[in-house]
């Protein structure tokens, strides 16, 4: 990972805690992690938290009058080497596969031309609903590669499809994008 370029786009759902570890683990491996946050992402883990993990300034406006960057999400759309959005809920899913960039996670997304690979995290209703599953199909023609969801104990308690992947799971997919992609 050293020398790389990775950017954590986090959407609001419980599993944004495993982002957390993460971003450290990415950053433990040499990588230059930014983390891009929603809203809703927010509400679960703050920016103080991935700011100290990755080192680096979190974008969570697309219009930051401060930041040095006049349109952040292509700036680090650019950069990248590859994004990883995790959680990946229903509704960023959704966005996604039409092309919607209204918030700073789906506008890096759509600012990219890195590998980009998707966490999907949701109950598993929402995960078995048809809109879900044809979202699904349509992101992965356009060339986005998914790591999960997992069978297992889900925000609700129930058990079910759904649990975001762990970590350590996403850092091998994402491992095995950067070995495919080019460098630099």
Request: net charge positive; charged share 20%.
């Amino acid at each position: 990972m050293r020398g790389r370029t990775v950017v954590v786009g986090v959407c609001g759902g419980v599993a944004a805690f495993k982002a957390a570890s993460l971003v450290s683990a990415l950053a433990k491996e040499g990588a230059s992690v930014w983390v891009v946050l929603t809203r809703s992402g927010r509400r679960f883990v703050g920016e103080a938290t991935f700011r100290a993990l990755s080192q680096n300034p979190v974008l969570v406006d697309l219009w930051d009058p401060r930041g040095p960057d006049p349109e952040p999400h292509v700036a680090l759309g650019e950069r990248a080497d590859l994004v990883v959005v995790a959680p990946a809920t229903a509704h960023t899913l959704a966005k996604l596969a039409v092309g919607l960039a209204d918030d700073p996670v789906c506008a890096v997304v759509l600012a990219t031309r890195a590998p980009v690979l998707l966490a999907p995290a949701m109950a598993e209703l929402m995960w078995l609903h048809p809109a879900t599953r044809r979202n699904v199909e349509v992101l992965r023609e356009m060339g986005y590669r998914l790591v999960g969801p997992n069978y297992g104990r889900l925000a609700s308690g129930r058990e079910g499809w759904g649990r975001m992947a762990e970590p350590q799971e996403i850092l091998q997919a994402a491992r095995a994008l950067l070995q495919l992609a080019p460098h630099g």
